[in-house]
């Protein structure tokens, strides 16, 4: 299967779809961010695995002579949810334009399929936290979702197929129209069949690799945060989400440093799994006003 799919992969070079994008959905609150560290220590230079680099022209964008991590890093946008992302609201604006016009549809690094679906995610929470669009940026969205769907990886499956799920179920939540309800209910199927593959029963990830349960962990707060701000999603994944989210929140515990760090860990998802969970509703809210429902647990009155 993987090996058909690698070759169907590089085979198959679809066109973008340039359309433009249809109406965002007006979000029921703002979106509430995790703990992580700032990756731009300027309007165009970033530290990204312990190395600083400018990104200043447009062929910078994918340097023949940078780590290819180093330049994902760079199309993901993290910094557009890292901490103390108003105080650069400015260089993000200007970075965002810039990655527009520099970086055609379906050219270069930024739109291989696991960097865009990571920047379709980013851009999505930043939109959602009170952001106004930049210039272009609803259509170059639509662009990138659009081209996402006929580029899913199959062939890698894992954690990029996760990836290329999770941005499909956001972009189908927060734009109106049934091209986005196409996108919801794909994003939805892959996501249900990834998320029993790949969290355990004991409610460790598939891979047992501390690292990866981190991300993934925190990928699902995500989920259920957007099930509260776009009340578009179905209730039974909701319910699944945090049921698995509880099964690892457990795990990554079990197997946490007296610190509270996650062992073998280099990736900052896992310091901030502990305050994130704090700002997302593990339980659903009960409709009726009795007392018991200030817990926001579901009552059976």
Not at 79 to 84: E, K, Q, R, S, T
Not at 141 to 169: M, Y
Not at 215 to 241: H, R, T
């Amino acid at each position: 299967m993987q090996f058909y799919g690698r070759v169907w992969f590089r085979l198959y070079q679809p066109r973008p779809d340039l359309r433009p994008a249809a109406t965002l959905l007006a979000p029921a609150a703002r979106w509430q961010t995790s703990l992580r560290s700032p990756s731009m220590t300027g309007p165009d230079t970033f530290r990204f695995l312990s190395v600083e680099r400018r990104l200043a022209t447009p062929q910078d964008w994918n340097r023949p002579d940078c780590p290819k991590l180093w330049l994902y890093n760079a199309h993901y946008f993290d910094d557009l949810v890292a901490n103390g992302a108003g105080e650069r609201a400015e260089w993000h604006r200007a970075l965002i334009a810039r990655w527009i016009a520099e970086n055609p549809p379906g050219q270069g690094n930024g739109w291989e399929p696991y960097p865009t679906s990571l920047r379709i995610v980013t851009w999505l929470k930043w939109l959602l936290a009170g952001n106004a669009p930049v210039p272009g940026m609803l259509d170059s969205l639509a662009v990138q979702v659009r081209w996402l769907r006929r580029r899913l990886e199959h062939h890698l499956l894992g954690n990029h197929l996760w990836a290329n799920a999770k941005a499909l179920v956001f972009a189908g939540a927060c734009f109106q129209g049934g091209e986005a309800r196409a996108w919801l209910g794909h994003g939805l199927r892959l996501m249900q069949r990834e998320l029993r593959e790949q969290v355990l029963p004991d409610g460790g990830h598939f891979e047992r690799s501390p690292m990866y349960h981190a991300i993934l962990a925190e990928d699902v707060l995500d989920l259920i945060q957007l099930a509260v701000i776009c009340p578009v999603l179905p209730g039974p994944a909701i319910q699944e989400w945090r049921e698995a989210a509880e099964r690892m929140l457990h795990w990554a515990v079990t197997l946490a440093h007296p610190d509270g760090d996650i062992a073998f860990s280099m990736m900052p998802p896992s310091a901030s799994l502990r305050p994130y969970r704090t700002c997302v509703p593990m339980q659903p809210r009960c409709p009726c006003p009795c007392p018991r429902c200030r817990s926001h647990r579901q009552c059976s009155t």
